[in-house]
């Protein structure tokens, strides 16, 4: 599965942003798939998850509540809505496959270019 993020930009502290993710290729709706985040100087972490049939969703503490992972596999599509979003949350954002056995994982080391959520107060 090869992807493309878009939706990032600048927002302010309290505000909502919503980033998709166009996958290409017959199996995305076969996969579950997650969203990632890296800040400047920081290791890249989890974010958020969701099953293949998008009946499943799991996320990081720092976002529950406040983040909300979706897809379209008519669309090829994984979404992230954010809301009340935070400076902490400043990041490149990426999507990719993630391992049956933890969604926490990615599966491989592939990864798109990402897109850039910026968070000012």
């Known amino acids: 599965v090869q992807v493309v993020e878009s939706g990032g930009k600048s927002v302010q502290t309290g505000g909502s942003l919503r980033v998709s993710c166009a996958a290409s290729?017959?199996?995305?709706?076969?996969?579950?798939m997650g969203w990632f985040r890296q800040a400047p100087g920081k290791e890249r972490e989890f974010v958020a998850a969701?099953?293949?049939?998008?009946?499943?969703?799991y996320y990081a503490d720092s976002v529950k509540g406040r983040f909300t992972i979706s897809r379209d596999n008519a669309k090829n599509t994984l979404y992230l809505q954010m809301n009340s979003l935070k400076p902490a949350d400043t990041a490149v954002y990426y999507c990719?496959?993630?391992?049956?056995?933890?969604?926490?994982?990615?599966?491989?080391?592939?990864w798109g270019q990402g897109t850039l959520v910026t968070v000012y107060s």
């Open positions: 969701i099953s293949w049939s998008g009946g499943s969703t």
């Open positions: 290729g017959q199996t995305f709706s076969s996969h579950a």
């Open positions: 990719t496959v993630v391992t049956d056995s933890s969604w926490e994982v990615p599966l491989g080391d592939a």
